[in-house]
């Protein structure tokens, strides 16, 4: 009933569907970041990035010392990526020693874009299925997603490769929405990825 009395009768289904996605898609973080840190060669322990006492919050000698562990393997890696949950990249971003190292009159200064994209060189990304934890690695030669498709008739591609369908239901006046995503995460070189831990509490 809300799509026929709805003005925009397309925006409801949209909404429903962008749902359905979002939670394929969540579920695929998880299993992807879970497999990701079980493969890791190494794991550090951090000092908590939002401690009580400033002087131990170390965000940025945790993230260095990562890279330096992965580029001690020497097997060719080159991290160029951090994975973190949203808390640890609020504190990311309030960290004191890392704002001031960064260029104060600028305008992609987190201050102003509510982002931090880069740190040491690495591209910043969060994710809400990491948990408490922080992880460098080599995007290029950790490994990939190895996706399945077939010839199932009515799926659409949506956003990362999940596959939706909107199915009518003429019998109960509504619509059934549908996602998937086969897929399995794939770690080829686990010496590409380190993990620090207990980055925040």
């Not at 305008?107 to 990304?125: F, K, Q, R, S």
Request: overall charge negative; cysteine-free; hydrophobic content about 40%.
């Amino acid at each position: 009933m809300e799509i026929a009395r709805n003005a925009y009768a397309g925006s409801a289904i949209d909404r429903s569907m962008r749902k359905v996605v979002n939670s394929i898609i969540k579920q695929v973080d998880a299993i992807a970041m879970s497999a990701i840190q079980s493969a890791a060669a190494d794991t550090a322990t951090a000092g908590s990035w939002d401690n009580a006492t400033a002087a131990n919050r170390k965000p940025l000698e945790d993230i260095l010392l990562a890279v330096q562990r992965i580029e001690d393997r020497n097997q060719g890696y080159r991290p160029d990526t951090l994975v973190v949950s949203p808390k640890a990249y609020t504190y990311l971003m309030l960290n004191d020693a890392i704002a001031q190292l960064r260029q104060r009159e600028s305008t992609d200064n987190p201050v102003y874009t509510g982002e931090i994209e880069t740190v040491a060189g690495l591209t910043v990304i969060k994710t809400p299925s990491l948990g408490t934890g922080a992880l460098v690695l080599d995007s290029q030669q950790l490994g990939g997603m190895a996706d399945e498709t077939d010839g199932a008739p009515g799926y659409a591609v949506s956003d990362l490769a999940v596959q939706v369908k909107a199915i009518r239901k003429d019998d109960q006046d509504a619509w059934d929405l549908q996602g998937r995503r086969k897929t399995v995460p794939i770690v080829q070189e686990s010496g590409a990825v380190e993990e620090i831990s207990g980055v925040v509490s």
